[in-house]
């Protein structure tokens, strides 16, 4: 077993679990020394998401593949040990079966993607489960946004019909928020640069760049 394990055919799978066993590792050594490893990765992740799960459900976009990624429900560290570990156990079990019927494993370009897939779909499936037990805190500084340079980047803002736009504040972080016109006759289509005014439930009023 030990020997199928360590294929050549498997090094990527097996790189994926030692990944994980190294951030268990740096996990329990922080709480050793009081650090909260984990928290510090969310603090530092380059996206975060300032939407509720019912708009980011009904959107398209990057925003709409990381609500059904679970990324923005997860803690950042939690989402990883998933993603390895669905990836490693689909990479494995496909070699396994052709191991077992053919006497010899699928190649490397042809399982790890497929792996990849899998582990991907594995992820948001478990990852949706996993939320309930291990939400991850929600940013309460969204309102700190105001005055921010945003980039529509998919879909066209109108009044009442919000687009997603990409925003960096002042830590440098990367957010995606949903935004829409102050006012009717207004739109911004993708690619376009605007200021965010204020926060209506969970869209942002916003304006124009060229009109600062």
């Not at 190294?22 to 992740?45: P, T």
């Not at 380059?46 to 990057?62: H, I, K």
């Not at 990324?71 to 998933?82: A, G, K, Q, Y």
């Not at 990409?166 to 006759?185: A, C, R, W």
Request: proline share 4%; hydrophobic share 50%; charged share 15%.
């Amino acid at each position: 077993m030990l020997d199928f394990l360590l294929l050549e055919a498997n090094t990527a799978f097996a790189t994926a679990v030692t990944l994980v066993m190294f951030l268990l590792m740096f996990q329990l050594l922080g709480r050793v020394f009081g650090i909260n490893i984990a928290k510090q990765l969310d603090r530092i992740s380059p996206v975060e998401l300032d939407m509720d799960r019912a708009v980011m459900a009904s959107e398209s976009g990057l925003s709409a593949l990381l609500y059904w990624l679970q990324l923005n429900r997860l803690p950042l560290m939690l989402w990883s040990m998933l993603f390895l570990l669905s990836f490693a156990v689909s990479g494995y079990s496909i070699n396994w079966v052709t191991y077992q019927t053919f006497s010899q494993v699928t190649h490397p370009w042809v399982t790890t993607p497929v792996a990849v897939i899998v582990g991907l779909c594995f992820t948001a499936l478990i990852g949706k489960l996993l939320a309930e037990v291990f939400p991850k805190q929600i940013n309460q500084a969204s309102s700190s946004y105001s005055g921010l340079v945003a980039k529509v980047t998919a879909g066209t803002a109108h009044k009442n019909h919000p687009a997603e736009a990409v925003l960096v504040d002042n830590q440098h972080q990367k957010h995606y928020v949903m935004i829409e016109p102050e006012y009717e006759g207004e739109q911004f289509g993708q690619g376009e640069q605007v200021v965010l005014l204020r926060k209506q439930a969970q869209v942002w009023l916003a304006a124009p760049l060229s009109g600062f």
